[in-house]
């Protein structure tokens, strides 16, 4: 169900996410917000950063794959030249 709550835009074009918004979403200060403008509406979406240890998981996943595809920080470096020089090359 949608929350509704009313704000102000200040002279600097700041706006304040009332406080039971933060609360719900958890948001607290310094949080980071992508803002997204389609017509006349304004959209906020929190942005979301792995917590330390769902971090670590997808590190030790990556690590598996690696290891699975023995991949070497060569191979990694010189598929990533491949894909550049061949979407360098399909944009001209």
Do not use: C, W, Y
Request: proline fraction near 3%; glycine fraction near 6%.
């Amino acid at each position: 169900m949608a929350f509704l709550e009313v704000t102000s835009l200040s002279t600097k074009g700041q706006i304040v996410i009332p406080q039971g918004i933060r609360e719900k979403l958890g948001l607290e200060s310094g949080a980071k917000l992508i803002v997204i403008q389609e017509g006349d509406s304004i959209l906020l979406k929190p942005i979301k950063f792995p917590k330390k240890e769902q971090f670590k998981k997808l590190i030790s996943l990556g690590d598996k794959v690696r290891e699975k595809l023995d991949l070497t920080e060569d191979n990694v470096k010189k598929a990533v030249e491949n894909v550049r020089k061949e979407k360098h090359e399909n944009s001209h």
